[in-house]
């Protein structure tokens, strides 16, 4: 979705200056959207505020005119994105806090000094920022490139809590039973805690699909030792709770189908400062580490998904990455209704649409339009959706399609009703 093609050349040609000007950063892009954010976090009923943290590479190859990119990986030019994406414990999105944007060999390096892990202290600092006075509990979320000893450690908010992918064969210390042991010979000292399941997204048969895993859970609270370089005594870390899913089963949330492969089963160890006092909180844990897959839709609507930003043309990785942050707000709102029309499609329609754009979705499909169900399927009408029993509901790439064109829709609506000017 380019902005020629959405909005029309001369609008393109107002935003790609905005985006252009020096004074213009990726803060100031979001600085509204981060304040909106926070309204949301508050105005939630969701007691736990997931905060997920995780990194996306876009490719821009095919921009060679483009100034300022670097290598990414090998000899793809692009550059990178780390994203701190809020959601509720439903998984409902609430919005980004913050955007870190860096290049390799190009013109925006990271600092000589520092390691690109620092990546996840700055995230964290951001989600302590936001944190800081709030009502709610927040959870810092990270996949497993967040196994980091020091994160472990960092500095928190009393309401900020971590939740880490652990994989790296560290000594953990299973606190009642007195056992120091590698990371990955824990599991018989663990208890029990029965089965859960999560959505996610994975690879079958070579597309991309949501699949129900059913997992087989156990728990124990710990210490996690540091390298051997250091006393263990003083450097390990303070208690933590470590969460031990197995894939036992999965199926195909759309098509029911059994796509289980014992070979291939998915194992996490899920660290955490949550408690685990109860086996309730330990299938808590595993909802929130399953929420982290909305980070992943964002940066699948972002690109292949719905909005293809690794088309976009500009001369230079300054006015990119502006774009990029504009496009990251765009991506935001299609989740949000997507995920908004699957938790409750009944739910009034002016939860995510203003009167006036009900007033005209009601006059373009002749049909009601209070429920969120009816004015979307009012809205992708626009785009030629019809509803299946195999696909009820638009996902974002029909979204993103149908919003475009009822912004021509609008705009034209606007011109009608401006009185003419002698």
Known sequence: MSFSSCMGNSF?????????????????????????????????????????????????????????????QGKVRGLLQHNVFLCDEAGHPLGLIDQQYWTR?????????QKESQKWFNGLTAINQQAAGSSKRWVATCDREGDIFEFFKAPREPNVDLLVRVYQPRRVE???????????????????????????????????????????????????????????SHHKTQELSLVLATEIACVEVKTGDDCFDADNALCWSLLTSLPIDSTEDVHRILGFYGVRWRIERLHFTLKSGALNVERLQFDD???????????????????????????????????????DELKLLHQLSGKP??????????????????????????????????????????????????????
Request: glycine share 6%.
């Open 12 to 72: 393109r040609q107002t935003v790609a200056g905005l985006f252009a000007r020096e004074d213009m950063t990726s803060s100031t892009m979001l600085s509204g959207h981060v304040a909106q954010t926070q309204a949301r976090v508050q105005a939630s009923e969701s007691e736990y505020v997931i905060a997920a943290q995780d990194t996306t590479y876009y490719n821009y190859s095919g921009q060679p005119q483009m100034t300022g990119l670097g290598r990414i």
């Open 105 to 113: 060999a190009g013109g925006m390096d990271w600092p000589s000094e």
């Open 174 to 232: 299973v606190s009642a039973a007195g056992i120091v042991c590698p990371l990955p010979d824990v599991a018989p000292h663990l208890n029990d805690y029965g089965q859960s399941s999560v959505q996610i997204e994975r690879l079958y048969d070579g597309k991309r699909r949501t699949v129900e895993v059913t997992l087989q859970l156990q728990a124990a609270t710990v210490h996690i030792y540091p390298s051997k370089d250091l006393s263990a």
């Open 317 to 355: 990785v300054h006015t990119l990455v502006n774009a990029l942050s504009f496009y990251s707000v765009v991506a935001w709102r299609l989740l949000g209704l997507t995920y908004a029309l699957r938790q409750d499609p009944e739910q009034s329609a002016q939860a995510m649409f203003d009167v």
């Open 369 to 422: 339009v209070d429920s969120l169900r009816q004015a979307t399927l009012a809205l992708t009408t626009l785009a030629g959706f019809a509803p299946s029993k195999k696909q009820p509901l638009p996902g974002v790439k029909v979204l993103a399609t149908a919003i475009e064109r009822f912004f021509f829709v609008k705009q034209g609506v606007a011109a009608v009703s401006k009185p003419l000017q002698d």
